[in-house]
């Protein structure tokens, strides 16, 4: 396995679809009129680069000893129905110690004109 720390991976557009988001919403309690909910931000932007990270022979990310250990978000602004988002995310750490590798995974989204929306922080723990 090699550390993977500071890897980039390729950018990737979304479109935030309105029957998505509705069946998001729904599936979390919310009401689908009120727009994009937060949380859908595991959607749009890690949902969308992390199997980047997990397809990454190099990474070696090993299911069978994968947690995910911690997940926050950072809102500049919510994306609305019908906008095209652009995520890319980047290995930020790639650390090992006692048998457990730390894999520190961001994220960041941005709008057609490059405006911030959205930053991802995921901390993946696998057990060596």
Known sequence: MAAVAGRTYPAVRFEIESKRVADFARAIGADPSD???????AVYSLGVTAPQLFGDDEAAVDFARLLHAEQEFQWWRQPRVGE???SQARVASDTSRRGMRLVSFETDT???QGSPVCRSR???VIRL
């Open 122 to 124: 995921a901390l993946f």
């Open 110 to 112: 941005s709008d057609e």
């Open 84 to 86: 095209t988002v652009t």
């Open 35 to 41: 727009g994009v909910p937060p949380t859908f931000a």
